[in-house]
Structure formats: C-alpha cells, structure tokens
C-alpha cells in the first residue's frame, strides 16, 4: 500500500486548506484511513479518520473546523481543514488502518501545513 499526501503550504490565520492523500496497492486490506499531524515539539496525534463504511472519528480539537472525507471512485482521502490556527502548523500525515491487525501499518511522507500571517 501506497500513500501520497498533497495539498501542504502556507496559508493565513483563519484561512482553509484541503489535503489530499491518493491511495494505490493492496488496498482490500484497508479497513480505515485517517489524518494524523506532527507539530513541532509535540507527539503524533490522530485528527481524523473514515471507515471503508464511512464511520467518522474526529478528535475533539478538530471537530467542526476539520472534516474528513473520501473519493472511492478516485481512491483519495480529503481533510478540508478551515479556521486555520497559528497552532495547527504541522507536518500531516495520511494513514491506513490494516483490517487484519487494526493498526495503522501504511504511511504517506507528510504534507507542511504552516499557519501564519
């Protein structure tokens, strides 16, 4: 399994970007995929992830300003994320969940978000 993140750059407080993550391989073993981030100095978090039944998880931080989504027919996973903050820059990441192990076994290279006027 392949993931490719895009959509990355440099956008203004208050602003809107949208990620994308283009998926390619084996995926019938995928059973979700979600957006995880990096921020400078601070550990992985999970923002957001779909079920292949299109179940959304938000963590509390992101709900109502981020929301998730997926192109089956396309094979891309969204994160439209909007009222940017200063502190949402980070590296995101796209992820996706084995079906088999219930683990987030496949990982794109990360997309910069950074937020700043």
């Known amino acids: 399994v392949q993931l490719v993140e895009s959509g990355g750059g440099l956008v203004q407080p208050g602003g809107s970007l949208r990620l994308s993550c283009t998926i390619s391989g084996s995926i019938f073993s995928i059973d979700a995929m979600g957006w995880y981030r990096r921020a400078p100095g601070k550990e992985r978090e999970l923002v957001a992830a779909i079920s292949i039944t299109d179940i959304t998880y938000y963590a509390d931080s992101f709900s109502g300003r981020f929301t998730i989504s997926r192109d089956n027919a396309k094979n891309t996973l969204y994160l439209q994320m909007n009222s940017l903050k200063p502190e949402d820059t980070a590296m995101y990441y796209c992820?996706?969940?084995?079906?088999?192990?219930?683990?987030?076994?496949?990982w794109g290279q990360g997309t910069q978000v950074t937020v700043s006027s």
């Open positions: 992820a996706a969940r084995r079906g088999a192990t219930m683990k987030y076994e496949f």
